[in-house]
């Protein structure tokens, strides 16, 4: 349960500090492109090979074709547009932290526009011990002045992780 509301906790602070960068930004909301993510080996200054291709982030969602299951628009239509993605990877997460590895997010013209190496914070269960449910926390920065940063959460499940993908416009004048 202090787990859960620890995660809750990081997932707003993270959320309202992007959002008090500039505020909502203009018509995110209506976009419909798709934002690739991929897991690269290196770093955000030397991105290297892909090795995990994420489903796409997108601000709107299709229940049926949504890599996120039952995603709806909750709350005024004021709210701060996040674009999300969700996956599973048959890697266990601390693969990704022993070998360096990178997250980057690129523009529908595939010009990257967020980047984050794996590593951060992490919820543990039991000090020193990765166990499942166990929770990281991956900033992603801003690339390129293209006015996109977020999050992404990796939850240890054994040998596999579950890998939560939150990106933000920080500016007003972003556009998609």
Do not use: K
Not at 38 to 48: F, M, Y
Not at 58 to 74: C, D, I, N, T
Not at 156 to 168: F, K, P, W
């Amino acid at each position: 349960m202090r787990a859960r509301l620890v995660r809750q906790r990081l997932i707003l602070g993270a959320a309202l500090l992007l959002a008090l960068a500039g505020g909502p930004p203009r018509a995110l909301a209506q976009e419909s492109g798709a934002y690739p993510a991929d897991i690269l080996q290196g770093s955000c200054d030397q991105l290297g090979p892909v090795v995990f291709s994420l489903p796409d982030l997108r601000s709107e969602f299709q229940s049926a074709a949504s890599p996120v299951p039952a995603v709806e628009q909750m709350g005024p239509a004021a709210a701060v547009p996040v674009m999300m993605s969700q996956t599973v990877l048959d890697i266990p997460v601390t693969n990704l932290w022993e070998e360096e590895h990178a997250l980057a997010i690129a523009d529908p013209d595939s010009r990257i526009i967020a980047c984050g190496v794996i590593g951060g914070p992490m919820t543990l269960q039991m000090a020193g011990m990765v166990m499942p449910g166990d929770q990281l926390v991956v900033g992603v920065g801003e690339q390129g002045n293209s006015g996109y940063a977020g999050i992404a959460l990796l939850t240890a499940e054994g040998l596999s992780t579950t890998i939560r993908v939150y990106l933000i416009a920080t500016t007003r004048e972003t556009t998609p």
